[in-house]
């Protein structure tokens, strides 16, 4: 039996040898991000500019967060992910378990005002593997249509069922709804992660998320709370802030946010340990968080940038028009009361803590 | 015994061939895999690799009070290399699930003995860190010392190793694995209920019904089974939620009042209708073939001899298609039993299983040895529960049609 038609043949035999050396050619990277109107966002704002500036082409593939993949690729010493955009807990913990390559913040370009790298990112935007990217914060938000009369304003509201009865969603993760609980629960900002470092503190929280328990919704995707606010599914719902400013501007949904005690946390970029191609993905880093790249994203997405020099830039939202600024969680307006997250802490206590939060759910 | 002949070894052989890719494909990605993760549970080398010679010095060390300074000496010394060569964060990771809040402790110190060039290394670390005057931080390092453990395996079934060797209880607010266990048994035991129950029937119409009528039931069953699961679980998830097309209906006809609407979905009670739902083709299709095999005329003499049609069915068809319940049920069981996504996705805060747990220790926390004696002890019970069927029912009896 013939299998292939013998014209084909040359023609699969030339397409192998172009894929055979085609590593001079110009090369691929692999990029991983979140997915999602925050993916698109990357995408457009400096995925496709990039690949026009330098030629070289760009796999995105989404993931959830998470070493997991990274740690089975560098274990295996079969690496295809180049460079992953990491929460900064993750970018730490993968520095010291040697799963990131360490990025000198010197090799970075300038800021948009010449202003150099070390000095135009701010404080917490570089650790030793990780390029901060960009300012994003876990807030509240409600539908408008949906809580008629007086509007919740504080986190206490949130927890305040007689005030607003109905249900709520969360992310099904003890970080941040512990913070959210003393909050509430009237603990000073500043004191919040010193009262969760006491076994007392932490007591308190969890007996704060357990007034509310039985009317919470818990998710896990970060597209679901927009979901669930449009359907009436929940009256609010924690969200990622810039998920819920798309479903504003782009679907115009009735959202509200509330930014009273947000928790304001910075993104990473990081270089998966050990690729073959680390000349190319420290290009991207470089190219990706600069001023110019941060900015257009921003102007896609409310994420603000890390560099002092990007938020200048930040104008407009390139579709919908609407100043960006009002919006961006770092906003002085915004962050009056706002809360930095407090990834040491965290890293140190997910382990115990999500045993715990597990036990209580299933109480 | 017969000693084969050439040609009977030759045949043998070549059978052997034949069966060699499948053989070979089997041990690579299920034997292999799984053998290499139930040695995870077990083997744990990463702190004993970074910190020999500390763990060997804790050896003499009683219990009570700091160790000794050459403890003190070794363990500096080790960290650093250890910061050098970027396994500290792994040995840090391990030390930390043992004594919460060690995490930053270990990889702080690591960091900052480069800077300290000489001893004395206990004032030294201690300044770095109050922790390293606490006897319970060298009790988690010898802990997580251990190259064998059973740590995981304890854990797996929510008890802890005390630092004076004895096995204790965990705390009240940690203690969960055993819960969930339990949970997936009940919860994976009331879904192959229920497909028995609403697959039995359905297997029963089809096997019956004529040719032309049997096969488009059979496309009915088998439409849901090739649509993708992620599909399925979401149109659960528009059918049940509060705001979703069955409360509507119910509202509409004024069943219940628009705030008193069900809460059928985030909870048990949408992953057993999601799950049920999900894994009823399972049910129906070893049913089906083993009751295509019942001749009809059975049920006739039943009749014929004087038996009432429920005395037909318990004394005559029942016991025939037992082999075919059990068959199903197993199925059901032992997939429910493993359920992953369609609880992540409906079963909200009561509706979590064992697996989802596994899921977490493998993605998020990364503690691999978990996760591993976690699916370890689940495998031994999936284990135990078919041999108890063997012996109650006899897998002999298990019939695909």
Redesign the interface.
């Given at each position: 039996m013939r299998l292939l038609p013998t014209s084909i043949v040359p023609a699969l035999l030339a397409a192998v040898s172009v894929a055979a050396c085609g590593s001079d050619a110009p090369q691929s990277i692999t990029t991983v991000s979140w997915g999602g109107s925050y993916g698109r966002a990357v995408n457009e704002g400096a995925n496709i500019p990039f690949t026009e500036a330098t030629g070289i082409r760009i796999e995105v593939e989404d993931y959830n967060?998470?070493?997991?993949q990274i740690?089975a690729q560098v274990d295996i010493g079969d690496i295809h992910w180049d460079v992953v955009d990491l929460e900064i807990a993750d970018a730490v913990?993968?520095?010291?378990?040697?799963l990131l390559e360490p990025i000198d913040v010197n090799s970075l370009p300038p800021g948009a005002d010449g202003t150099p790298a070390a000095e135009d990112f701010v404080a917490e935007g570089q650790t030793e593997c990780g390029v901060g990217n960009l300012y994003w914060s876990t807030v509240y938000a409600y539908n408008d249509e949906n809580i008629p009369g007086t509007k919740p304003a504080t986190m206490a509201d949130f927890f305040d069922l007689e005030a607003f009865p109905g249900?709520r969603g969360m992310r099904?993760v003890p970080q941040v709804n512990l913070e959210f609980a003393l909050i509430a629960d009237g603990v000073p900002l500043d004191q919040v992660y010193a009262t969760l470092d006491t076994p007392e503190g932490l007591d308190r929280a969890f007996a704060v998320l357990e007034t509310i328990?039985d009317e919470?919704?818990?998710w896990?995707a970060g597209a679901q709370p927009p979901q669930m606010l449009a359907?009436?599914?929940v009256i609010m719902s924690t969200a990622y802030n810039g998920r819920i400013f798309n479903a504003q501007v782009l679907e115009n949904q009735p959202f509200v946010i509330v930014w009273d005690g947000q928790l304001l946390d910075v993104g990473q970029v990081g270089i998966v340990a050990g690729t073959p191609r680390l000349a190319e993905a420290l290009e991207y880093v470089a190219f990706s968080t600069s001023a110019e790249s941060m900015a257009r994203i921003a102007r896609r997405i409310s994420y603000s940038p890390m560099r002092r020099s990007g938020m200048p830039l930040v104008t407009t939202h390139v579709v919908a028009g609407v100043e960006m600024e009002p919006h961006m969680p770092a906003s002085p307006a915004n962050s009056a009361r706002a809360l930095r997250y407090d990834w040491?802490w965290w890293?140190?206590?997910?382990?115990?803590?999500?045993?715990?939060f597990?036990?209580?759910?299933?109480r | 015994m017969k000693v084969p002949v050439a040609h009977e070894r030759r045949a043998q052989l070549r059978a052997l061939g034949l069966v060699a890719p499948l053989l070979i494909f089997i041990g690579v990605t299920f034997i292999a895999p799984l053998a290499t993760m139930l040695t995870r549970s077990v083997h744990d080398p990463v702190v004993a690799d970074a910190l020999p010679e500390t763990l060997a010095l804790l050896e003499a060390w009683d219990g009570t009070g700091t160790p000794p300074e050459a403890v003190y000496a070794a363990a500096a010394r080790e960290l650093e290399r250890a910061a050098a060569e970027r396994t500290v964060g792994q040995v840090a990771g391990r030390v930390n699930r043992v004594q919460g809040g060690l995490r930053s402790v270990v990889t702080g110190t690591a960091r900052d003995l480069g800077d300290i060039g000489q001893g004395p290394w206990r004032e030294a670390m201690t300044a770095i860190d109050e922790a390293w005057a606490d006897p319970a931080t060298w009790h988690a390092i010898r802990t997580t010392g251990e190259r064998f453990t059973a740590r995981h395996y304890l854990n797996a079934v929510d008890l802890q190793r005390l630092p004076d060797g004895s096995v204790a209880s965990q705390p009240e607010e940690r203690r969960i694995y055993l819960r969930l266990f339990l949970r997936t048994l009940m919860v994976s035991g009331v879904i192959t209920l229920l497909c028995l129950l609403l697959g039995y029937p359905i297997a029963h119409l089809i096997a019956r019904a004529p040719p032309h009528r049997a096969n488009l039931l059979l496309v009915l069953v088998l439409v849901p089974f090739w649509t993708s699961l992620l599909v399925r679980t979401t149109a659960w998830i528009v059918l049940l939620q509060t705001q979703g097309v069955l409360n509507d209906i119910l509202v509409a006809m004024g069943l219940v009042s628009d705030d008193g609407r069900l809460a059928m979905v985030y909870n048990m009670t949408g992953t057993i209708v999601a799950m049920t739902h999900v894994l009823l083709p399972f049910m129906v299709l070893p049913l089906y073939s083993v009751m295509r095999g019942i001749p009809s005329t059975h049920m006739n003499a039943a009749a014929s001899l004087g038996a009432t049609p429920l005395q037909a069915f318990l004394r005559v068809y029942w016991p025939q298609s037992l082999p075919g319940v059990g068959a199903g049920a197993l199925l059901v069981f032992i997939l429910a039993i493993g359920y992953y996504i369609t609880p992540a996705l409906v079963g909200g805060s009561d509706g979590q299983l064992i697996s989802n747990m596994i899921a977490y220790h493998m993605q998020t926390s990364l503690n691999w040895g978990l996760a591993a004696a976690l699916g370890g002890v689940l495998l031994a019970g999936v284990l135990l529960l078919y041999a108890l069927y063997d012996r109650l029912v006899g897998v002999e009896r298990m019939g695909l049609g």
């Open positions: 967060g998470g070493l997991a740690r913990r993968g520095c010291d378990e040697g249900r099904r328990k919470v919704i818990w896990e359907d009436g599914e040491s890293v140190d206590h997910q382990d115990e803590l999500n045993e715990r597990s036990a209580w759910l299933a | -």
